[in-house]
């Protein structure tokens, strides 16, 4: 259950029922970080599983360290 999120989820809800009828759509959830935006997604994708194709992707924190590849003899 996700609390205070009833505006957000009703609004996902109608891009849902938006979507049938033009091919689809784009949702792009920003926000600062812990806000919960994850949980908000998958609450959403919990809901409608059994009723959408959905496609997911996440962005990959550019500002954390990366390993280096090193090839070593």
Do not use: N, Y
């Not at 979507?19 to 997604?41: F, P």
């Amino acid at each position: 259950m996700l609390w205070e999120r009833e505006d957000e989820l009703a609004l996902l809800h109608g891009m849902l029922a938006d979507a049938s009828g033009s091919g689809g759509r784009v949702v792009l959830v920003r926000g600062e970080a812990e806000i919960g935006k994850s949980a908000l997604v998958a609450g959403f994708l919990a809901e409608i599983a059994d009723r959408a194709h959905v496609l997911f992707g996440e962005c990959d924190d550019l500002l954390a360290p990366q390993p280096s590849a090193r090839c070593g003899t």
